[in-house]
């Protein structure tokens, strides 16, 4: 069975630590996504990645950043977490052109206290 | 236009009934689009695929309007089980890599 697979289901940190989040896949996707989702705002895209060492920006790219450095790894770095960063956290991956749709990992849920 | 807009319930339906949902977007060039079923506190999960005017899968069917721009789920003789948040996704107005998902629309199917 394909998976995505995320390292941690539920995490606590405290304000200004620096948190990596890590994401990996057994599909060989050349696309790979990072979104943040809370209650009323659905997800919303923090970064992408089409390719190793590339990365996009998403819609809130602010207090994130992301590395690629192997296809099947993607890893969310808050460099200093704050409370407003409190969500679910979902890493995704998908074939190019994403003809049949995105592979989720069961999220992580992110406490920053 | 939002890219992707659905009605967010939420839907209370008794269990047998048939259900639908409803999901415009904006995007005239968008070429697939999925519904995605996500139940309380766990991923969403690839429900159906569209990619013409429509797909049938056992109870559920997913439609195409190209013309009016909007893709519709039905789902019949509805379970307890399918008590989610149904997610609709189309494609980005900036190229097919991106996918867009819709907030959500929640259903809890009532004994």
């Known amino acids: 069975d394909v998976k995505v697979t995320q390292s941690s289901r539920y995490l606590v940190k405290r304000t200004g630590e620096k948190v990596f989040l890590e994401c990996v896949q057994d599909?060989?996707?050349?696309?790979m996504f990072w979104y943040r989702q809370d209650p009323g705002l659905g997800l919303r895209l923090i970064y992408f990645?089409?390719?190793?060492?590339?990365?996009e920006k998403g819609d809130i790219p602010e207090g994130y950043s992301v590395s690629r450095e192997k296809k099947e790894r993607f890893s969310l770095i808050l460099e200093s977490a704050s409370t407003n960063q409190t969500s679910m956290y979902l890493c995704?991956?998908?074939?190019?052109?994403?003809?049949?749709?995105?592979?989720f990992g069961s999220g992580t849920r992110l406490t920053v206290v | 236009r939002k890219e992707v807009e659905q009605d967010p319930g939420p839907f209370n339906v008794p269990e047998g009934a048939t259900v639908a949902f409803n999901c415009t977007y904006s995007?005239?060039?968008?070429?697939?689009f999925f519904w995605y079923r996500q139940d309380c506190r766990k991923e969403p999960k690839l429900l159906m695929s569209?990619?013409?005017s429509g797909n049938e899968d056992g109870r559920f069917t997913a439609q195409l309007n190209r013309a009016s721009q909007y893709i519709s789920l039905l789902i019949r003789d509805s379970k307890l089980s399918d008590s989610a948040t149904y997610l609709c996704?189309?494609?980005?107005?900036?190229?097919?890599?991106?996918?867009?998902f819709g907030t959500g629309t929640r259903l809890t199917i009532i004994p």
């Open positions: 995704a991956s998908s074939s190019r052109g994403a003809w049949y749709g995105y592979t």
């Open positions: 599909m060989d996707h050349e696309n």
């Open positions: 990645s089409y390719d190793v060492k590339m990365k």
């Open positions: 995007n005239s060039a968008s070429q697939s």
């Open positions: 569209v990619y013409s």
């Open positions: 996704v189309v494609p980005c107005n900036f190229g097919n890599e991106k996918l867009t």
